[in-house]
């Protein structure tokens, strides 16, 4: 049975309003009115012909006769020392979206309520997680203390379906355990209810009046067809729509704030954790409790993130990744050591803790050949290291090359994070290219006995150099639809590889050939030499 959970933030608005209100306040600042419950207050918008109206009301306004949509005007003839401030829809909406991630400590799914006029909901599905809370009347009751002790005016109720919880919760009865319907008792529960109650839009909810149709149960006797015929909604939902979404006769897609993921493990305490070895030890239950569905669905995780919920309200997070997919608990503990567990900021203490595999793939059997076991092995370690030192340091500090196509020497890899990639193994060239490479290249003072031959005697570093061994040439043309960023003219390459007196290798270059590319023109550069690395 689906259990869904709706919860009316009364005046959400206001609060927002009031919470930032009284963040920015100095300490030795005289007192607001506007922050005392007892002063009529309320925020206002403007409409669509300029006018400001109502967007919302504390409950002294509404206790004087003020109502959502009254022009301003209007409630000042009415009360004249009435407090207005402009309303920001976009605080609102950031506050109940920062609400709806602290609220996934009850649920994974938790969906802002859109059809509450001025975003004053949440939708949270908790089927098949009641049990964990002590069931479904100790949960709805949570909810609504950990709110209320916030300062957050709210009501709560639990049904089969949205429709019907966020009916229950607005018109429903005062005490909590009352506004919690089954399949069994939903229809009896919202016989008695208002039209209102099925999130009616203004035109059809007038029609239905005007009908004598005041509660829910007036339409369980009334034809379908004339019903869906007579309260037709244009671009909105119908009656006979919002009517079965209600009952659960039709479906209604509810978008979580973040998707939930679906590999998760979860565990929460009566008291507050304040220790990080008392995390470590919540750690180790949630790894095994993680792995065993993994295991059971043939998947690995690449992912994981350790969410920690505060009592003040926050959260805090600590994320590892892997090269490759796996399901060692041990390993998932070796990382988040490893990234730090001390990271996590626990404030006065972590009334939960969620562990969830944010990215998964399928782990299947590898035969390997008995040849290549050690290979095998020696990869899987050189992945497992890579993992402890991209947790440890970060995955922007361990890095590993990557090819690009270019036949540029400084152009052909580029470093790349090592974690998840496949390492780089030298080709053919592996033993004729330098492993490491001068950049830029450093210039250097050549003699050749021929003007386009191998180098004699060579200058580098204030130091010359006579070659007993030379190697090449070996030509690179340039890359001509690349331009250089100091917008010099590309030129050929011939690359040498020369050995000295000493035993020192290097690989040289010429830039630029005698007779084609250069014939002696005051405006044309010389071929030069070049140092571009050191061979092993």
Same mark, same amino acid.
């Given at each position: ?14 609060t ?8 920015a ?26 006018a400001?109206?109502?967007? %919302?009301?504390? $409950?002294? *306004?509404?206790? @004087?006769?003020? !109502?959502? &949509? ?5 409630? /000042? ?22 609400l ?11 969906s ?10 949440l ?11 002590g ?6 009751a ?7 002790e916030a ?7 639990? %049904?089969?379906? $949205?429709? *019907?919880?966020? @009916?229950?919760? !607005?018109? &429903? ?5 009352? /506004? ?56 909105g ?44 030890? /919540? ?63 626990l404030?006065?203490g ?47 500090r ?70 007993t061994r ?16 100091d ?29 084609r ?20």
């Amino acid at each position: 049975m689906r259990r869904i959970v709706s919860v009316w933030l009364i005046d959400w608005p206001v609060t927002v309003w009031r919470r930032s209100a009284m963040r920015a306040r100095r300490p030795a600042s005289p007192p607001d009115p506007a922050l005392d419950p007892k002063s009529p207050f309320a925020l206002v918008l403007k409409n669509s012909r300029g006018a400001a109206i109502l967007h %919302a009301l504390n $409950p002294a *306004a509404r206790r @004087a006769g003020l !109502r959502r &949509g009254q022009t301003q005007a209007d409630a /000042r003839a009415m009360i004249p020392h009435l407090i207005c401030q402009p309303a920001d829809l976009e605080a609102d909406a950031r506050g109940l979206t920062a609400l709806a991630v602290w609220a996934e400590r009850w649920s994974p799914s938790v969906s802002l309520d859109p059809s509450s006029e001025g975003l004053e909901g949440l939708f949270l599905d908790v089927t098949g997680a009641t049990h964990l809370f002590g069931g479904e009347a100790a949960l709805a009751a949570q909810i609504h203390d950990r709110l209320a002790e916030a300062g957050v005016p709210v009501r709560t109720a639990m %049904a089969p379906t $949205p429709g *019907a919880a966020w @009916a229950l919760a !607005r018109w &429903g009865e005062a005490e909590c355990s009352g /506004r919690i319907a089954t399949e069994d008792t939903a229809r009896d529960r919202l016989a008695a209810l208002p039209v209102e109650a099925l999130r009616l839009e203004g035109v059809t909810l007038s029609q239905a009046r005007r009908f004598g149709l005041k509660r829910i149960g007036d339409l369980y006797p009334m034809p379908r067809a004339g019903l869906a015929r007579r309260f037709r909604e244009g671009d909105g939902v119908g009656l006979v729509q919002r009517l079965d979404q209600a009952l659960g006769f039709a479906g209604e897609a509810l978008t979580p704030v973040r998707p939930p993921p679906k590999y998760r493990a979860w565990q929460s305490w009566m008291e507050p954790v304040g220790d990080i070895e008392g995390v470590e030890a /919540r750690l180790t239950e949630l790894t095994a409790d993680l792995s065993a569905p993994l295991v059971r669905d043939g998947q690995g995780a690449k992912a994981l993130t350790l969410t920690g919920f505060r009592s003040d309200g926050g959260t805090t997070s600590l994320s590892v990744r892997m090269g490759r997919p796996g399901r060692d608990a041990g390993i998932w503990r070796r990382l988040f050591r490893e990234a730090g567990l001390g990271r996590l900021e626990l404030g006065f203490g972590l009334d939960a803790l969620m562990l969830t595999a944010d990215a998964v793939e399928p782990m299947t059997a590898r035969q390997g050949a008995l040849e290549s076991e050690a290979e095998t092995k020696q990869a899987e370690s050189l992945a497992a290291l890579i993992d402890r030192l991209s947790a440890r340091l970060g995955e922007d500090r361990v890095l590993t090359p990557e090819p690009v196509d270019s036949w540029v020497p400084e152009r052909a890899e580029r470093w790349r994070p090592a974690l998840g990639r496949p390492l780089l193994v030298p080709g053919g060239a592996g033993g004729r290219r330098p492993i490491l490479l001068l950049d830029p290249p450093e210039p250097v003072e050549a003699m050749a006995e021929l003007p386009d031959g191998a180098p004699m005697r060579f200058t580098w570093r204030r130091l010359s150099r006579r070659v007993t061994r030379a190697d090449g040439p070996e030509r690179l043309s340039p890359e001509w639809w690349r331009p250089r960023p100091d917008d010099r003219q590309v030129r050929t390459r011939d690359y040498y590889r020369v050995e000295d007196e000493a035993g020192g290798r290097y690989w040289l270059f010429r830039e630029g050939l005698y007779g084609r590319e250069y014939a002696g023109d005051a405006g044309e550069r010389a071929p030069s030499w070049w140092m571009h690395g050191v061979l092993p």
